[in-house]
């Protein structure tokens, strides 16, 4: 576990960020450039631990609360810190600008993390000093209720960062796996734009509707996709387990593949049609609100799992 962890952005994957490693017991000094986005950064994670003080996942607010401090530098908030999470804008020069000054900045045993979505650690680390302390390290949002993480090193990274860096997120309660080399979206991104890319598709060809495609997922797939991944769920659907279950659907499997190879963009129509499909069952100013409900479901979905594992095993 870090001594100390200094967060830089406090946006909203850096106060999410906060309040896992605060919850975890670690103290965290959360800088941002902007001072209006760090004045109001401490109450907006009050509200985030509220609920899940209700929902039983915290015993209460002001101990995970009160180990943030917001600091008004970076120099500041890496004294003493043995982890960085990086959680500034998406964009390689202000990330490479950052790294430049938390690796002058930092201790010597501090690793620097980022949470970049998209942008590989080599794009912006690869000049620096101690380049081989510095990964990725990709949250899904917000990663206090889903624990997946992505660690995902430059080539240049060293093994025993790695490691540290593994160790450090099973210690404040994440779930890490390794993308082993850098590609354009790490994993989670890759499989989710599979999806979306197929589920854009089938709404353009006029297969099926928005709505009735969510539920595709949600009230179909989305149930095991909770406790299990695609390939414990191929292995349990057919008698003789993945083999068995290649052989029976593996040349649909890849018929399909070719019926999918085609580009197609993101046109302005198809987007239009999604919107208004979407904004006629939630209008735009109910976004927040529903977001909120989001991370409520979440919370339950949690407790759920929880229990679950308690009873069924994992
Ligand atoms: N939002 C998500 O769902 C999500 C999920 C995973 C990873 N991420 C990644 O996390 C990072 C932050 O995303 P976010 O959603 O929190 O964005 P955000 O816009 O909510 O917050 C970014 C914060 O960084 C600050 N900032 C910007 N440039 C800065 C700089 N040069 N120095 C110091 N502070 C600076 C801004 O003032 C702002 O408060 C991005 O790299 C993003 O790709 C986002």
């Avoid at 309040?19 to 760090?38: H, Q």
């Avoid at 907006?44 to 929902?55: I, K, P, T, V, W």
């Avoid at 990725?136 to 997946?148: D, G, K, R």
Wanted: aromatic share 6%; with cysteine.
């Amino acid at each position: 576990m870090p001594d100390i962890v200094a967060i830089a952005g406090a946006g909203l994957i850096g106060r999410a960020w906060a309040i896992v490693f605060a919850r975890a017991g670690c103290p965290v000094r959360l800088w941002d450039a902007s001072t209006e986005a760090l004045t109001g950064a401490v109450d907006l994670m009050r509200g985030n631990l509220e609920d899940m003080a209700a929902q039983g996942l915290i015993e209460a607010v002001d101990p995970v609360a009160n180990r943030v401090t917001p600091v008004s530098t970076l120099a500041e908030a890496l004294d003493g810190a043995t982890w960085m999470q990086e959680c500034i804008a998406e964009q390689v020069e202000p990330k490479a600008a950052l790294f430049i000054e938390a690796d002058r900045w930092a201790e010597p045993d501090a690793i620097l993390a980022s949470s970049s979505s998209a942008i590989a650690a080599s794009r912006f680390t690869e000049d620096l000093p101690g380049r081989l302390r510095c990964l990725v390290v990709h949250p899904v949002n917000p990663p206090y209720l889903v624990p997946l993480v992505e660690l995902c090193p430059a080539p240049w990274t060293d093994a025993a960062v790695l490691q540290r860096a593994r160790q450090t997120m099973e210690a404040v309660g994440m779930v890490p796996v390794t993308v082993n080399k850098e590609v354009e979206g790490f994993v989670l991104n890759r499989l989710q734009g599979a999806l979306l890319t197929e589920a854009m598709r089938l709404v353009a060809d006029g297969v099926i509707s928005a709505e009735d495609l969510d539920k595709t997922v949600k009230d179909g797939l989305g149930l095991r996709w909770s406790f299990m991944g695609p390939f414990e769920t191929i292995d349990l659907n057919a008698p003789g387990g993945v083999a068995d279950y290649c052989a029976r659907y593996g040349p649909f499997y890849e018929r399909l593949q070719e019926q999918q190879a085609a580009h197609r963009p993101y046109d302005t129509a198809l987007v239009a049609r999604i919107e208004a499909e979407r904004r006629a069952s939630l209008p735009e100013r109910g976004l927040g609100d529903r977001a909120v409900w989001r991370d409520r479901r979440l919370m339950a979905l949690l407790n759920h799992k929880r229990a679950a594992t308690d009873q069924h095993g994992s």
